[in-house]
């Protein structure tokens, strides 16, 4: 097996494994909706071409632990995911938070797992306490997931373990704004800590 194709199998392996902790959207019952502001009042976001009309807020998400997995492939440098999952009250996952990193490399990639039913074309917005938001893309949509991702520069990496609350807000598809507080008091501890558990994925011949 070629050099090449080991590192493909390896990139793929993390995202299977993900997949394995579905995500559903929660009928709206789940969120508290506040009145549509009239058109008069819309504004552009960021200079998107789509005007928001107004904001929701998501509630009855609980978070979990900040949590760090790596997984080894032979032939492959390891790599780990620093992440965190908040769930509805039913215990449906709500949101996942990825920050995957390959040992060796020095970029780094921030995924997140987001419920279907949303206006792709805003992306999702991350603001760390009060400092200049960034804008994460769509990348796919399965039939229960939504997947933004995008590269994580070190001073992006250097917020969340000094920040206090990552907020990520994203659009709905009737143009509302639905934001979720993440915590990050345990970030920089896990994600500058050893794992708790490696994975060893085999290849096969």
Not at 68 to 75: A, L, R, S, V
Not at 158 to 180: F, P
Request: net charge negative.
């Amino acid at each position: 097996m070629s050099e090449q194709f080991r590192r493909l199998r390896a990139s793929m392996a993390l995202p299977l494994v993900a997949l394995l902790f579905p995500l559903v959207w929660e009928a709206s019952s789940a969120y508290g909706q506040q009145p549509a502001q009239s058109s008069s009042e819309a504004t552009k976001a960021d200079g998107q071409e789509f005007a928001l009309r107004g904001r929701r807020d998501a509630r009855n998400i609980r978070y979990g632990d900040w949590q760090k997995f790596c997984f080894k492939t032979p032939g492959v440098n390891k790599v780990c995911r620093t992440t965190i999952s908040g769930t509805f009250e039913t215990g449906q996952t709500a949101v996942r938070a990825d920050l995957i990193e390959r040992e060796g490399d020095h970029a780094a990639r921030l995924q997140l797992f987001l419920p279907v039913g949303l206006y792709l074309q805003s992306g999702v917005k991350v603001s760390i306490d009060q400092a200049e938001p960034h804008r994460i893309p769509y990348v796919w949509c399965l039939t229960n997931t939504c997947i933004a991702a995008d590269l994580a520069d070190p001073g992006l990496i250097k917020e969340l373990e000094n920040g206090k609350t990552l907020v990520l807000e994203v659009a709905d598809s009737s143009l509302l704004t639905i934001s979720t507080s993440l915590p990050l008091s345990q970030f920089a501890a896990v994600h500058q800590g050893d794992p708790a558990k490696v994975f060893e994925q085999a290849v096969d011949e």
